[in-house]
């Protein structure tokens, strides 16, 4: 046995009662067993931060991966889309050009001019997204329409009857019948005057199996591409109409049909529209 026996009380220098002994003995014990335990729970303590903070971290990390994946998705593609609508929109404005047109206008509905037509018909057959392609005069009434390059009766759309006419190329998209649609339009002017607007009337929406198999070979199965308006008042996923937050910068987090998303937009320049790639 080690040390002093019995026991000496360093304050008085005398021997500690027996009493008192035992109770320094007990508590020395307990303090013995307890030790392992409240090693353990501090490991414990330890172990369970460091994990809570790797998870924090991790998740920090598959955020910040997800957001530039999906960022630089958005960003490559909405300068292209822009180009294609640039495009159509340049074929337009050669067809608004022709003298042809002009005297389309000034013959009015009704009296249908060959060679107006003609040029129409080439715009008219652009691509599988054109709807329909009208040419309005300067208070928006229909004066020729065709649809698949082929004429067809105009609607006689009052609404659309204005003292002035929309004079931007590309319009925000808007509920067509079941679907989503927007215009491109280029002005017809005649002696400095605006006088008419060919437009040419676009699905928003697409049954193209192989645009659909691109953004998932891009995106994987989870993925899905968004158009939308600047205002956030629109939106499609290119086969319907869906709901979701107005486009802001940074990653967008929202639940769409019960799923929660994951979700980044870019402008398309030089329009009212932008572009979205999502996650679920």
Same mark, same amino acid.
């Not at 509905?109 to 107006?116: F, Q």
């Not at 005069?137 to 329409?145: E, F, L, M, P, W």
């Given at each position: 046995?080690?040390?002093?026996?019995? $026991?000496?009380?360093?304050?008085?220098?005398?021997?500690? $009662? &027996?009493?008192?002994?035992?109770?320094?003995?007990? #508590? *020395?014990?307990?303090? !013995?067993?307890?030790?392992? =335990?409240? &090693?353990?729970?501090?490991?414990?303590?330890?172990?369970?931060?460091?994990?809570? %903070?790797?998870?924090?971290?991790?998740? @920090? +990390?598959?955020?910040?991966?997800?957001?530039?994946?999906?960022?630089?998705?958005? @960003?490559?593609?909405?300068?292209?889309? /822009?180009? @294609?609508?640039?495009?159509?929109?340049?074929?337009?404005? *050669?067809?608004?050009?022709?003298?042809?047109?002009?005297?389309? =206008?000034?013959? *009015?509905?009704?009296?249908?001019?060959?060679?107006?037509?003609?040029?129409?018909?080439?715009?008219?057959?652009?691509?599988?997204?054109?709807?329909?392609?009208?040419?309005?005069?300067?208070? #928006?009434?229909?004066?020729?329409?065709?649809?698949?390059?082929?004429?067809?009766? $105009?609607?006689?759309?009052?609404?659309?009857?204005?003292?002035? &006419?929309?004079?931007?190329?590309? +319009?925000?998209?808007?509920?067509?019948?079941?679907?989503?649609?927007?215009?491109? !339009?280029?002005?017809?002017?005649?002696?400095?005057?605006?006088?008419? @607007?060919?437009?040419?009337?676009?699905?928003?929406?697409?049954?193209?199996?192989? #645009?659909?198999?691109?953004?998932?070979?891009?995106?994987?199965?989870?993925?899905?591409? %968004?158009? *939308?308006? /600047?205002?956030?008042?629109?939106?499609?996923? =290119?086969?319907?109409? &869906? !709901?979701?937050? /107005?486009?802001?910068?940074?990653?967008?987090?929202?639940?769409?049909?019960?799923? $929660? !998303?994951?979700?980044?937009? /870019?402008?398309?320049?030089?329009?009212?529209?932008?572009?979205?790639?999502?996650?679920?």
């Amino acid at each position: 046995r080690s040390g002093k026996w019995p $026991p000496v009380d360093p304050q008085t220098q005398t021997a500690v $009662p &027996i009493m008192k002994r035992t109770v320094l003995a007990q #508590g *020395g014990g307990s303090l !013995r067993r307890r030790l392992p =335990l409240l &090693i353990a729970a501090v490991l414990l303590v330890g172990v369970s931060s460091f994990a809570a %903070l790797a998870y924090r971290t991790t998740s @920090q +990390s598959l955020m910040r991966a997800a957001y530039a994946r999906l960022a630089n998705l958005a @960003q490559e593609f909405a300068p292209q889309m /822009a180009t @294609q609508i640039g495009t159509r929109i340049r074929a337009l404005e *050669g067809v608004a050009a022709d003298p042809a047109i002009v005297a389309q =206008l000034r013959a *009015g509905a009704g009296r249908p001019a060959t060679n107006a037509t003609s040029l129409l018909q080439t715009v008219a057959r652009d691509t599988a997204g054109v709807l329909v392609v009208e040419l309005r005069d300067s208070t #928006g009434r229909v004066v020729t329409a065709l649809a698949k390059g082929v004429p067809v009766t $105009p609607t006689d759309d009052r609404s659309r009857q204005t003292a002035e &006419i929309d004079t931007t190329a590309v +319009s925000p998209l808007y509920a067509r019948g079941t679907g989503v649609a927007f215009d491109l !339009r280029a002005n017809v002017v005649a002696d400095g005057h605006l006088v008419g @607007q060919i437009v040419q009337v676009r699905t928003a929406e697409t049954s193209n199996a192989a #645009g659909t198999k691109t953004v998932s070979q891009l995106m994987g199965a989870d993925g899905a591409l %968004l158009l *939308g308006n /600047a205002d956030g008042t629109l939106w499609t996923d =290119l086969r319907a109409t &869906i !709901r979701r937050p /107005a486009p802001g910068p940074g990653l967008a987090r929202y639940t769409r049909d019960g799923r $929660p !998303r994951l979700a980044a937009t /870019a402008a398309i320049p030089n329009t009212p529209l932008v572009l979205g790639f999502e996650f679920d």
